[in-house]
């Protein structure tokens, strides 16, 4: 997993955390803890599906001879 993918995991469970400890304090401000917990996830999401694709390129870029290539005579 790449290292912003594992950054923004962090912040989405420390965000998680707080929320929770917000409510449990009786305290509003844990929406905005909750909205802080699903932007990071989506980040994490797009980090690491980013980084899966690109690998898949770069694997499918490094055997020319399976994929694409067409028989001329």
Do not use: D, H
């Not at 401000?29 to 899966?52: D, E, F, P, Q």
Request: aromatic share 10%; with cysteine; hydrophobic share 50%.
């Amino acid at each position: 997993m790449p290292r912003l993918a594992l950054y923004t995991l962090a912040v989405c469970l420390l965000s998680v955390a707080a929320a929770v400890v917000s409510f449990v304090q009786g305290s509003w401000l844990g929406i905005v803890w909750v909205l802080l917990a699903g932007l990071s996830s989506n980040m994490t999401w797009y980090y690491a599906r980013k980084a899966k694709v690109e690998k898949a390129a770069r694997a499918a870029a490094s055997s020319p001879g399976e994929r694409g290539t067409s028989v001329t005579r």
